[in-house]
């Protein structure tokens, strides 16, 4: 095992995480073994203690800081303009979710073509010291981390600055990304504009959004709402994957229009094919006993915010119908355990757990049509991830996976409308009962749309853009 920082002097029953393994992650080096506050329950109260951690961890790393300036200035007068280095940095990369599995995609890809790009974030409360993993993927030691509010399962955390300190100097950056305004987000800010460096956001979560629907105190929502305003203020300018959230950055966050800007994302699709439906993967966690013809999934994060209620409801109303139907749910996630017990003693629902490679890509291929009712996403991984693999679908008229859809031909785009969604699913039921041919044309459709967000379009697109904002930033000439 090798070493990120100093020797870690880890003891032979020291274990690297008490954590099941998350599918697809290795741990190549591990940072020394340091200090931290005990990890702590949720609470509001508790959550105002951020702030005065992250000003006191700045405060406290001021001279090393101003130090880095000086280097890193005259580091970068040493290579040309082109040479664009970027660090991406989002707080919960040691969990399993859209951010997560989409930088995981697409930062190995850019290295493996050339662009210097590099990955970091927070170890979960449940290391004893911060990793790397998969060679690339920094997860650094925490000072001080608190379940999320509403949220199980994820945390909100603040890193160890002084090892990020080490590695940008030994890792000279021009740009850092920060994917969510997260406590960890603010300090790593904080701390680049005082190094000097030029710092930008991706708009990947409606946090307001969601702390309105996981959070009872509408004082915290207020709260929220101004810290939110405050960090697009210093983090432009803002990206956004589509014209929904773009309005909701230019309305309810303040950024002006002219800091917006829309970039494309891409997913490894290559992983994804219809050539993987009907291989018996879906036969593994659906219904044993009798075959049903039509099968719907979610496949996602099992969380409230989700809009799962809606489907779970939905759902009963429409299954109670047919005895043809069924429901597959795929993935993990703290609302889980009250989904089972609704649909306890009901056959028509499956729970196939956390999944990845190709048994998650088999499961897409055989799903007949993928409902996806969420109104909080800000793209839609999982949407374009299906119709990949050939599958339909049924999404709200709300946020990112809309855009993804686009018209009937690959799907449907439906309101919150109990009435509306269950029309659709009688809709698709005859569609793929009776209406072979146009089933199976829509299938092809789903594959051709999806071949627009390929990793090798949009990382282009990306680092275009990162370019040309270096250049601004530090007025240089090409």
Not at 25 to 30: A, K, L, Q, Y
Not at 157 to 175: H, M, N, Q
Not at 245 to 259: D, F, G, M, W
Request: aromatic share 12%; hydrophobic share 35%.
């Amino acid at each position: 095992m090798t070493t990120a920082s100093n020797s870690t002097k880890l003891k032979t029953s020291d274990q690297l995480d008490t954590r099941p393994g998350i599918f697809g992650r290795i741990v190549t080096s591990t940072f020394r073994k340091s200090f931290n506050i005990k990890h702590k329950p949720p609470g509001n109260v508790r959550t105002c203690w951020i702030p005065p951690v992250v000003f006191l961890s700045v405060l406290r790393n001021l001279p090393t800081l101003l130090k880095l300036r000086c280097y890193l200035k005259k580091e970068r007068k040493n290579r040309p303009a082109s040479d664009v280095r970027i660090l991406f940095y989002s707080d919960n990369l040691d969990e399993t979710n859209g951010i997560a599995n989409n930088l995981r995609n697409v930062i190995p890809y850019m290295r493996a073509h050339g662009m210097k790009a590099f990955l970091a974030g927070n170890a979960f409360n449940t290391r004893p010291c911060g990793v790397v993993e998969n060679g690339y993927c920094m997860l650094l030691p925490r000072m001080f981390s608190m379940e999320q509010l509403g949220y199980a399962n994820s945390e909100l955390a603040i890193p160890r600055i002084s090892p990020v300190l080490r590695l940008l100097k030994r890792y000279p950056v021009d740009l850092i990304e920060l994917e969510t305004p997260s406590p960890g987000a603010w300090l790593v800010c904080f701390c680049a504009k005082i190094a000097g460096i030029k710092v930008f956001s991706h708009y990947r979560t409606d946090v307001p959004t969601y702390t309105r629907t996981l959070v009872k105190a509408k004082w915290m929502h207020v709260y929220v709402l101004k810290l939110m305003q405050i960090f697009y203020w210093m983090a432009r300018p803002v990206i956004s994957p589509c014209d929904d959230y773009a309005n909701i950055l230019t309305s309810e966050l303040k950024v002006p229009a002219n800091q917006v800007q829309i970039l494309p994302r891409g997913l490894p699709l290559e992983k994804f094919s219809p050539d993987m439906r009907g291989k018996g993967t879906w036969e593994k966690y659906g219904d044993t006993r009798e075959k049903r013809p039509v099968r719907f999934a979610f496949i996602g994060r099992i969380s409230k915010e989700k809009n799962l209620e809606f489907l779970n409801n939905m759902w009963k109303k429409f299954a109670v119908k047919h005895n043809d139907v069924e429901l597959m749910y795929v993935g993990y996630g703290w609302y889980l355990e009250e989904i089972k017990k609704f649909f306890e003693g009901d056959d028509s629902v499956h729970f196939a757990g956390e999944q990845g490679g190709e048994t998650l890509a088999g499961l897409y291929a055989d799903t007949d049509f993928f409902l996806f009712p969420s109104t909080t996403d800000t793209f839609g991984n999982v949407v374009v991830e299906a119709m990949s693999t050939g599958t339909p679908a049924i999404v709200s008229n709300y946020g990112g996976p809309r855009s993804i859809v686009k018209d009937d031909k690959c799907g449907r785009i439906l309101p919150i409308d109990e009435t509306k969604w269950l029309e659709t699913l009688e809709e698709c039921r005859k569609i793929k009962l009776e209406q072979i041919e146009l089933y199976e044309q829509m299938r092809k459709n789903c594959h051709e749309k999806s071949r627009q967000y390929t990793l090798e379009s949009s990382t282009k697109t990306q680092f275009e853009y990162f370019r040309k904002l270096k250049k601004e930033y530090y007025k240089l000439a090409d």
